[in-house]
């Protein structure tokens, strides 16, 4: 037994220090193409952008399942992007509650004759919706059974989708005005075919909204959403923008993404019995090019295009992280081929190494680690002046890194007062000992519900939302007209 914990004792220091030369080469990298991104801002790339007649349409995506809380306002959001040609696509999946009626009442909708072609293959199509309004001409409805999964939803939007992108988010979600042409940007300005192009998400929680825009944003003041906002920052800003320096992009949100929809329909679409839709997805697309030898990049924009509502409670959090812990771990089951596989390149050499070292074995290694400080306890064999010097230099290091995100945040964006700034470093601070500690345990509680509950549904998220967001089922909501 001390022989085992003497060599894992090796194995911990080894990747402790391969951990910290990873992150800090993606703090480098995403500040370098932060500082590029930065100076670019300056130039005439956006007024290019609005007036060339030659900007690709975009369809944006988003499956509905029981969001009767705040499915108008967020369509209303939806509707009210800033964007020459787009059309907004809501797919009820089989919703129990009053989420389609809403709807139709809210945005004069009536049933309608549509070419529903089936690319990619869903549960049953049953009908479409459009508007008698010519304000709403933009907003299509589609009602189907329920699929079980977004991902089946998502594959029923992308079959009605009429333009050569499409971006998939959720209907919890609250778009930047400018989100689209954000996201265009990556597209219209490489010579490479962009693939899929990812932006940065924050929470909504406690922000203003009124008739689906962004009024102000405000720190969460319950205390998941507020380290998920600090979590988000650090994931998007250092991690995303790290990896879209080298071309290496893992993961494109499901939450807000953008799609080459040509590339996706070739790739087979979302899996519908896929736990995490959106890396599966990317992955595919990824292999698809390679295996075709076309060239690709997927891109990833700093900027805060997305506000989604985070979980308000621990109950919430937990349903949250096992679903992507269970996806986690499907991703290496169906694709374990591309790990450490020279032939899909940066892919399998760079990226799915990284995810499997890094995301996926770090909750295991440490639950051992927590296992064997506790025996080490019981038999009087730590070596207490080497455990927390080994200690303090990883908290040191964690807090590090998520300071320099907020480094970064305020560099690029500034939306919070010094007071806020100050709450997000002392939470940083209290990090590791609150909040880590319970996604590590959430991880592997997901791990073990793959393993042994392979039955899985798309459930309620429970959604709050705000005094703004709560719609009044007899009362009509107006929607801004596109611009």
Same mark, same amino acid.
């Given at each position: ?397 964690? /807090?590090?890194?998520? #300071? ?7 560099? =690029?964006?500034?939306? !919070? &007062?010094? +007071?806020? *700034?100050?709450?997000? /470093?002392?939470?940083? #601070? ?7 500690? =319970?996604?590590?345990? !959430? &991880?592997? +509680?997901? *791990? ?20 703004? &967001? ?14």
């Amino acid at each position: 037994m001390d022989t085992i914990l003497y060599a894992y004792q090796y194995v911990i220091f080894f990747y402790a220090f391969s951990l910290v030369l990873v992150y800090t080469t993606l703090a480098i990298l995403a500040f370098h193409k932060l500082t590029q991104l930065m100076a670019k801002k300056s130039s005439e790339t956006e007024k290019i952008f609005r007036e060339s007649p030659f900007i690709p349409g975009i369809s944006i995506i988003a499956p509905a399942f029981n969001e009767e809380t705040s499915i108008i306002n967020n369509v209303i959001s939806m509707m009210t992007v800033n964007y020459p040609t787009v059309e907004v696509v809501i797919v009820n999946d089989g919703s129990k509650d009053d989420t389609l009626q809403l709807l139709i009442d809210n945005f004069e909708m009536v049933e309608t004759t549509y070419a529903y072609v089936e690319k990619i293959k869903t549960k049953p199509f049953k009908r479409i919706f459009k508007s008698t309004n010519p304000e709403y001409s933009r907003l299509i409805v589609v009602d189907k059974e329920n699929g079980g999964t977004k991902a089946d939803a998502s594959n029923a939007g992308v079959n009605v989708a009429k333009y050569p992108y499409f971006i998939c988010t959720d209907v919890d979600c609250v778009l930047d005005r400018e989100a689209l042409s954000k996201m265009i940007l990556p597209i219209i300005s490489t010579k490479t075919r962009v693939i899929a192009v990812g932006a940065t998400m924050r929470m909504v929680n406690s922000c203003k909204v009124e008739n689906g825009v962004m009024v102000e944003t405000r720190l969460p003041t319950r205390i998941f959403p507020l380290y998920q906002e600090i979590e988000y920052l650090r994931s998007y800003l250092i991690g995303k923008m790290g990896f879209s320096t080298i071309n290496a992009v893992h993961n494109v949100s499901g939450g807000l993404g953008l799609f080459d929809k040509e590339i996706a329909i070739s790739a087979g679409g979302y899996d519908p019995l896929s736990h995490a839709e959106d890396m599966d997805m990317t992955t595919r697309m990824i292999a698809y090019m390679i295996n075709y030898q076309k060239p690709y990049k997927i891109e990833q924009v700093p900027d805060t295009c997305c506000w989604t509502e985070g979980p308000p409670s621990f109950r919430v959090l937990n349903r949250q992280r096992t679903r992507w812990a269970r996806g986690l771990f499907q991703i290496f089951s169906i694709h374990r081929k591309y790990l450490f596989n020279r032939k899909f390149k940066k892919m399998g050499l760079i990226t799915f190494p990284y995810i499997f070292i890094y995301e996926f074995l770090a909750p295991i290694i440490e639950l051992i680690g927590y296992l064997a400080t506790i025996y080490l306890l019981l038999v009087g064999g730590i070596n207490w002046n080497t455990a927390f010097l080994m200690l303090f230099f990883v908290y040191i290091f964690g /807090v590090s890194l998520s #300071l320099t995100t907020l480094l970064y945040e305020r560099l =690029l964006e500034h939306r !919070f &007062n010094n +007071r806020e *700034y100050l709450r997000l /470093v002392l939470f940083c #601070l209290l990090e590791p000992f609150i909040y880590h500690p =319970l996604i590590v345990f !959430f &991880n592997i +509680r997901g *791990y073990i519900d793959y393993l042994t509950k392979r039955d899985f549904e798309w459930g309620t998220m429970t959604r709050q939302g705000s005094d703004e &967001n709560k719609p009044n089922k007899f009362k009509q909501v107006e929607a801004q007209p596109l611009q």
